[in-house]
Structures are given as C-alpha cells and as structure tokens.
Nanobody
Framework: QVQLVESGGGLVQTGGSLRLSCAVS????????LAWFRQAPGKEREFVAS????????YYADSVKDRFTFSRDKAKNTIYLQMNNLKPEDTALYYC?????????????????????WGQGTQVTVSS
C-alpha cells in the first residue's frame, strides 16, 4: 500500500500562489503512479496533474494548464503542485493519489479509479 500526506493548502486571494506537497511512503517506486486531483463542493473529483515518471512529460487539466506545475523530488519521496495565478474556481479540496508499483497506462492516468491510494486532502480557498 502507498501512504500519502498532503500539506500546503490555505486561503489566498485571486492571483496569488500556493505550493502543495505530498509526502509519499510505502510500496511505490520512485517513478510510480502519482497524481493530483481536486474536488469542489457539489462536484465530482477531477484530475489536475500528473507525469509519466521523474523528468518525463507532465499532463494537466485544461483548466490549470500554464498556471500549475507538477513536480517530484525522488530524494525526498515527495511530489509538489505549484499553483500560480489562482482563481476562485480553483477552490477545492486537493488530493494526492497513488498506486503501488508502476504508473497507470496513459489512457487511465486521468481517472480516479486508477489510483487505489489517497491522502486526506488539503483545502485550497481562493477569495475574489
């Protein structure tokens, strides 16, 4: 099993920035399947960002492209989500998701069911 602990959420004004962190432990490789999702009140959980392993291509939801950056630090077993130019519609509970072993196939990467393991979430609130 993979254990995930998020941190870094908070309250920020429109246009501000936050960096989320997710500490990863357990049965996963340094290039394992890890991703960020978010869920706003009354909405379904949605994919935000992921990659295909350290130093490889990153993928983003269209709504966050060019504003958010996914990265991972293999030495610290941590992934990050740098969020810039935040908007009120970015308000949500942000989750780190993971899976044992390797990453999911590309067609499943954006689907929550590809990740059996989840953190507790960290709240991001953007005020207008």
């Amino acid at each position: 099993q993979v254990q995930l602990v998020e941190s870094g959420g908070g309250l920020v004004q429109t246009g501000g920035s936050l960096r989320l962190s997710c500490a990863v432990s357990g049965r996963t490789s340094s290039n394992g399947g890890l991703a960020w999702f978010r869920q706003a009140p009354g909405k379904e959980r949605e994919f935000v960002a992921s990659d295909r392993g350290s130093g490889s291509t990153t993928y983003y939801a269209d709504s966050v492209k060019d504003r958010f950056t996914f990265s991972r630090d293999k030495a610290k077993n941590t992934i990050y989500l740098q969020m810039n130019n935040l908007k009120p519609e970015d308000t949500a509970l942000y989750y780190c998701a993971g899976r044992e072993g390797g990453r999911p196939i590309l067609s499943m990467m954006r689907r929550s069911e590809a990740y059996p393991n989840w953190g507790q979430g960290t709240q991001v609130t953007v005020s207008s």
